[in-house]
């Protein structure tokens, strides 16, 4: 995996070698996953999670993992850089999400997004990241595409979400999606299988009432192939939009 996601960060333009970048950390398996290959890679991460309070003490444990994580890795690295002689970066922000989603009307979950964007778009320009990586993969990819599809949507819609997008909050941001090339079984077998490094799980993310969720289930029931067509349908939709934006 991760010569694949190299490749694809070079694809893509994503980092330059050495790069400074913000990465958004849960403390799940895909953002584990891309702290671990970022890390592997060469690049110079700042940690940022997002604590929202919406899971009680799991709210607070995952917050505690993810510190204690970026510990590990960074004593795992055989070649430590200068700028790892003092511990990665990590930063949290705590969020009263409730509050903010009734405030501007939102539901929970686009109350969330809305939050952590626009932190992650502060916190970026004040550590001098250029870039923000988000461990989005292809599961993600074929949610969104199915969740589009059911909503009705055209050319644009069914691009799904792409490998680089401006970071339209503040300053001159972008978000990146290095995990887009692969899948989220082979990323658990990445950190179980092949690296030995520990996540933990979103309660949430079984809960249905979701529509995202509800997508994630039926898709449970997909083979991998199936969900890489998809994912895969996106890139094309993708090459389509932008020739007929020429």
């Known amino acids: 995996m991760l010569r694949r996601v190299q490749k694809y960060i070079r694809d893509h333009e994503m980092l330059s070698a050495g790069e400074r970048v913000l990465a958004a950390v849960s403390g799940g398996a895909d953002s584990i996953a891309l702290l671990d290959v970022l890390l592997r890679s060469g690049y110079e991460c700042v940690v940022a999670h997002c604590n929202f309070h919406l899971r009680g003490e799991e709210s607070d444990r995952d917050e505690q993992f993810v510190r204690q994580t970026a ?49 992650f778009s502060e916190l970026a320009e004040e550590r001098g990241c250029k870039s923000v990586a988000v ?41 990146i999606r290095p995990l887009l090339c692969t899948t989220h079984d082979y990323i658990c077998h990445y950190l179980k299988d092949i690296r030995g490094i520990n996540w933990v799980e979103d309660s949430t993310n079984s809960d249905t009432r979701y529509k995202r969720n509800a997508i994630r289930e039926e898709l449970s029931h997909y083979s991998k192939a199936e969900i890489e067509h998809i994912a895969q349908l996106a890139e094309h939709m993708q090459e389509a939009y932008l020739k007929i934006k020429e």
Request: aromatic share 6%.
């Open 71 to 119: 510990v590990e890795l960074a004593e795992r690295l055989k070649i430590r850089p200068k700028w790892m002689e003092k511990g990665i970066e990590v930063h949290v922000r705590d969020f009263d999400t409730i509050t903010y989603a009734r405030k501007t009307k939102q539901s929970i979950e686009m109350a969330a997004r809305e939050l952590r964007y626009a932190w």
């Open 135 to 175: 461990a989005h993969h292809m599961n993600d990819q074929a949610e969104t595409i199915l969740l589009h599809m059911r909503r009705g949507c055209g050319l644009k819609g069914m691009c799904g979400m792409w490998p680089v997008t401006e970071l339209k909050v503040k300053g001159d941001c972008r978000v």
